[in-house]
């Protein structure tokens, strides 16, 4: 026998590095719109009652759950010392069940029943009731755990800030620090993806197109592209939400921040809010036309997220279609009427992108030996359909180009038009090219964020702008 208390861990933020309640509200989100109406009528019963419902409407795989290694070992020197060890936490008691049955480190299990919110004091109170006799320690993360450390007989914090841990050494019990992650904005960097605002400079096209380079011009061009990376930073943490049990089954983007638990779902949800907030705020004050655009760039991206990525087809034309949305922002932003032949291009041009990034999912699902891709209405089968989608796209999105480079307007435009049949040239080379990659699976998942990187994209690039340069200057 041994004279150690019962050790006490709590979940969200302790022993698991996440939140077990905006995971299941996002997982019933991702599943069903309504299911947020049927949460706020739980609500109206008690957060125990939201807690189940969203447990019930938004079930999690316990098994991908980002768990904080150190603590899960804490527990298990804790129980090999002879002491007994149990989760308690105001999560729905389902899930700490299930929990408990996929690490089996705990000798009991208590949460929130649907009706008593297992939290603060509430949980003081029923630890000091149910271990009257054995005592307890605890081990918790959060300013709520205050009245559950007062009445511990030890008090174990779990990587709090420096104000929480100096309450908790004022409460006079024996105390134990965790420090189990290190902090770091680099995961929240990471989060908002800057390295995708690449895809924005789109919004200087109108400009370049229309050979306007006044500051005023140029100005409005950069707000709108503040404004559009910032909304869609905003779209890219919620995206990353919705697909939480996607990203942790998938072999690379089980690594991003919210996946592995690296950033807390609780501030993706918040920072997913202000990013967008800021973003509309900024195209506001430029002027109606382009918030509006945003605005519906918004919905889109929602939508696209919450329903339309899952269905065949659909699911390029609207990534098509928001890749061409950042060129009518920039329209907006500086009053330029867009070109028929620009707009043309590039709803052709990303019609091809698009079809590549889902290529590369599926040639990256082929290799798994896995039947279609997670999250998506594709199967393997239909690669081939696909690969010739992109590569069709992409030759008519040149054709285009090169009627384009015959019309009247590139005569008005440019002193030397003979010059732009190398970008049509170039054009040919990259897309069959960028195929044939995705096509060896040497593709990352998104194309964009490749050409990026890769060196020959990036030469290819500069003869363009070279082309297009010479066009204009000879």
């Not at 009528?41 to 290694?69: C, F, M, N, Q, S």
């Not at 990659?437 to 964009?448: A, E, F, N, S």
């Amino acid at each position: 026998m041994t004279d150690k208390p019962v050790l006490v861990v709590d979940l969200d933020g302790t022993l698991l590095r996440s939140d077990i309640l905006f995971e299941t509200f996002w997982s019933a989100i991702g599943r069903s719109r309504m299911n947020v109406v049927r949460g706020g009528r739980a609500l109206l019963h008690g957060k125990a009652a939201l807690k189940r419902i969203l447990a019930e409407e938004g079930p999690i795989d316990v098994a991908t759950l980002p768990y904080d290694a150190q603590v899960v070992a804490y527990v298990e020197k804790w129980r090999a010392e002879g002491g007994k060890a149990a989760l308690v936490t105001a999560s729905d008691e389902n899930i700490a069940q299930s929990i408990q049955d996929h690490l089996g480190v705990f000798d009991e299990v208590y949460g929130s029943d649907g009706v008593r919110n297992l939290k603060g004091p509430n949980k003081a109170a029923f630890l000091t009731e149910h271990y009257s006799k054995e005592g307890f320690a605890y081990m918790g993360d959060a300013a709520a755990d205050i009245p559950v450390w007062s009445k511990a007989s030890k008090a174990i914090t779990v990587n709090v800030s420096a104000a929480l841990s100096r309450q908790v050494n004022d409460l006079g019990q024996e105390v134990e620090h965790l420090e189990t992650v290190s902090s770091s904005v680099r995961p929240y960097l990471k989060a908002i993806r800057p390295h995708q605002w690449l895809k924005n400079i789109l919004v200087f096209l109108p400009m370049l197109t229309a050979h306007q380079y006044d500051f005023q011009t140029f100005f409005y061009s950069f707000l709108a592209f503040i404004a559009f990376s910032v909304v869609a930073s905003s779209a890219y943490v919620f995206n990353d939400l919705l697909d939480l049990a996607a990203d942790r089954a998938h072999p690379r983007k089980c690594e991003r921040p919210f996946a592995s638990g690296a950033i807390p779902i609780a501030h993706g949800t918040w920072m997913g809010i202000g990013l967008l907030l800021t973003g509309l705020i900024i195209a506001s004050l430029v002027n109606g036309l382009l918030l509006l655009v945003l605005v519906g760039y918004y919905i889109i991206t929602m939508a696209y997220s919450l329903d339309l990525k899952r269905r065949t087809i659909v699911d390029i034309c609207t990534l098509a279609g928001l890749y061409t949305l950042r060129i009518a922002a920039g329209g907006a932003a500086t009053s330029l009427v867009l070109s028929v032949w620009l707009l043309a291009f590039s709803i052709f041009f990303f019609l091809a992108l698009a079809a590549v990034k889902r290529q590369a999912e599926l040639v990256d699902s082929a290799k798994r030996g896995k039947l279609e891709a997670s999250g998506r209405g594709y199967i393997v089968d239909d690669l081939p359909l696909i690969s010739q989608v992109a590569i069709s796209a992409g030759y008519v999105s040149v054709l285009v180009m090169a009627l384009y480079v015959n019309s009247p307007t590139v005569i008005q435009l440019y002193s030397y038009p003979v010059a732009l049949w190398g970008v049509c040239l170039i054009l040919l080379y990259w897309i069959t090219r960028i195929v044939m990659i995705t096509h060896r699976g040497h593709m990352d998942d998104d194309p964009v964020v490749f050409a990026a990187k890769d060196r020959i994209s990036q030469i290819c690039f500069l003869v363009i702008l070279a082309c297009a340069l010479g066009g204009a200057l000879l």
